[in-house]
């Protein structure tokens, strides 16, 4: 490893003395050997300090720092002030890299300088069955491969899986770090930086294996909720639609549902107006909603004379809109969104 290393890898960990060194061993398996490991230990009550200790011993790339109990931003914002690296990996204590991982990811920023973050596809550990949510949208995420695609989809959910990026230190001096607040820190740091014109991609390999387990902060912190997600996107999504939508602040919601009117509110709280709903429930159709007509997709008008939100979270009724909005000659970022 030379004085100052390529990447720095980002790792903040509490209480993981059975999976952190099963992530250690992986890290330290990787082909491209200038980094180090910046663990960053969030006040752990059992044996991970020791584990970090003894993994620093082996080897002097492993770099242990702890702190009392003050949560995983916190964590996250020691880490990249230790790094010393130009780059920056994150890595969470119970997931595995593949062993060309860094190595992968630095050629590429090497190769485009233009882009300041990549991540990768990831592979889903958990029971795909029993989480089927979380294991589709692995699915999803894993499509989003072009810093095009991701930049579209982003107000879908978040487009990359943080466990899994790699980007330039700078970003965080010039952006910001990570935010501490009731909402998702990696999600609202995407947002943020792709707002500021910070170019992401991802690479077509599976170089992370992402645990999913019962006791995840995705699962039991309100920081994850679905509502969360919603509320941190709408100013960010308020603002695109400021800069790319012609008929703005008017769009025309593609989804009439409880739930997706519950969470529209936070886009049309912003004073975002909704000049018609489309829906395909023959019950609603001719009703109002908030004073805009709920419409057959047949009476949507062409594209240039309406911006269309595709406000449905179902996976497949999200598709079905898309090709339906293709074939009208409605195109992606110019005459609708994706948003749910």
């Not at 595995?96 to 889903?124: C, K």
């Not at 947002?191 to 992401?200: A, H, I, N, P, T």
């Not at 969360?228 to 639609?241: D, G, V």
């Not at 519950?262 to 489309?278: H, M, N, Y």
Request: charge should be negative; charged fraction near 30%.
């Amino acid at each position: 490893m030379s004085a100052q290393p390529k990447i720095s890898v980002v790792l903040p960990v509490r209480d993981e003395e059975e999976l952190l060194p099963g992530t250690l061993e992986s890290l330290l398996r990787q082909s491209e050997p200038d980094f180090e490991v910046i663990a960053v230990d969030d006040g752990s009550s059992d044996g991970t300090a020791g584990i970090l200790a003894g993994f620093a011993a082996r080897d002097q790339r492993i770099k242990p720092a702890a702190q009392d109990r003050a949560g995983i931003v916190t964590a996250l914002n020691r880490g990249l002030a230790e790094a010393r690296g130009a780059l920056i990996a994150r890595i969470d204590a119970d997931d595995i890299a593949h062993p060309d991982r860094l190595r992968l990811q630095a050629g590429f920023l090497d190769r485009a300088p233009e882009t300041g973050l990549v991540a990768s596809r990831v592979e889903y550990l958990g029971d795909a069955r029993k989480n089927a949510g979380l294991a589709h949208f692995v699915d999803w995420t894993n499509t989003l491969t072009s810093p095009e695609r991701i930049s579209l989809y982003r107000f879908v959910e978040s487009p990359i899986i943080h466990p899994s990026v790699m980007f330039r230190r700078e970003l965080a001096g010039q952006y910001g770090d990570y935010r501490d607040g009731p909402f998702p820190e990696d999600y609202e740091l995407w947002l943020r930086w792709m707002e500021k014109g910070v170019r992401m991609a991802k690479l077509d390999e599976t170089l992370t294996q992402w645990r999913d387990r019962p006791g995840r902060l995705t699962r039991t912190d309100s920081r994850y909720s679905v509502e969360a997600f919603y509320r941190t996107k709408a100013p960010y999504l308020h603002r695109w639609l400021e800069r790319h939508n012609p008929r703005h602040p008017s769009v025309t919601v593609w989804g009439s549902g409880r739930a997706s009117r519950q969470r529209l509110k936070f886009l049309t709280d912003l004073g975002v107006r909704v000049e018609a709903f489309v829906d395909i429930d023959p019950r609603k159709i001719g009703y109002q909603i908030g004073g805009a007509d709920v419409i057959w997709p047949d009476a949507l008008p062409g594209p240039g004379n309406c911006f269309v939100l595709s406000w449905v979270a179902s996976r497949g009724a999200r598709d079905e809109i898309e090709e339906e909005l293709g074939q009208r000659g409605f195109r992606l970022g110019e005459h609708y969104l994706p948003c749910a």
